[in-house]
């Protein structure tokens, strides 16, 4: 079975500092993706990123980065430059590649994110 | 975005009753899921379905049931409600393969007293 965790809890930052969101992943397959969701104050999910196994490039986009290491099962998450609006929970989910299993996920636990002004 | 919505948004009811959520999407998506919400837990599968008629079990099954009569609409049935459920409900809908960002309605409020 899979397994997602996100050992923060809760973070909070003061505006503009850089903050990194931690996901550890297990799994016994081989080909399998990662995706980040952001659930902000009205509770609607919203996807950030997905990515393959098989592509460890790291990415950025604006003020986020992803850090994905096959090495530490780990695809963390960087906010830099904080602001209030990215004030949210996120969460890391794994899925696998299977017949009939579409890319039904597992979550972690969740991480409360607060940015302060 | 994929236009899921879920209904009712909010529902207040008593232990024992039966209660039914709707999920209706727009885009044609394959693949349908039911997620509960809890603090502590993240989101954890009940069910999912890969077509019409078409549906399996997931982490939290237990005491629920689901159908899917048509593409675009999905059931989540509480055929007796504890309080155990009292949760946040999220549908979502996405295509195929395991590499498909799953798009997801905006929740079910569901609190059984």
């Known amino acids: 079975a899979q397994k997602v965790t996100q050992a923060q809890t809760e973070i909070s930052v003061v505006e503009k500092e850089d903050v990194t969101l931690d996901c550890v992943y297990e799994t016994r397959d081989t080909t399998y993706y990662l995706f980040w969701y952001k659930q902000p104050p009205s509770g609607e999910l919203v996807f950030l990123i997905r990515r393959n196994s098989f592509d460890e490039q790291n990415e950025i986009s604006g003020r986020y980065s992803w850090n994905f290491q096959k090495s530490t099962s780990s695809f963390n998450f960087t906010i830099t430059a904080s602001q209030v609006v990215d004030s949210a929970v996120y969460f890391c989910a794994l899925s696998l590649e299977g017949e009939t299993s579409g890319s039904r996920l597992t979550f972690g636990e969740g991480t409360q994110l607060t940015v302060n002004p | 975005d994929a236009g899921i919505t879920q209904s009712p948004r909010h529902k207040v009811t008593e232990t024992g009753t039966p209660v039914t959520l709707r999920c209706h999407q727009t885009e044609n998506h394959r693949y349908m899921y039911w997620y509960r919400q809890d603090p502590g837990h993240g989101l954890r599968l009940i069910h999912y379905?890969?077509?019409?008629?078409?549906?399996d079990k997931g982490e939290v099954s237990d005491g629920y049931s689901v159908s899917r009569s048509k593409t675009e609409d999905f059931l989540l049935t509480l055929e007796s409600a504890t309080s155990s459920q009292t949760s946040v409900y999220f549908c979502?809908?996405?295509?195929?393969?395991?590499?498909?960002?799953?798009?997801f309605g905006d929740g079910t409020r569901l609190s059984i007293l």
């Open positions: 379905s890969y077509g019409v008629k078409d549906t």
């Open positions: 979502a809908s996405s295509g195929e393969g395991g590499n498909q960002p799953q798009h």
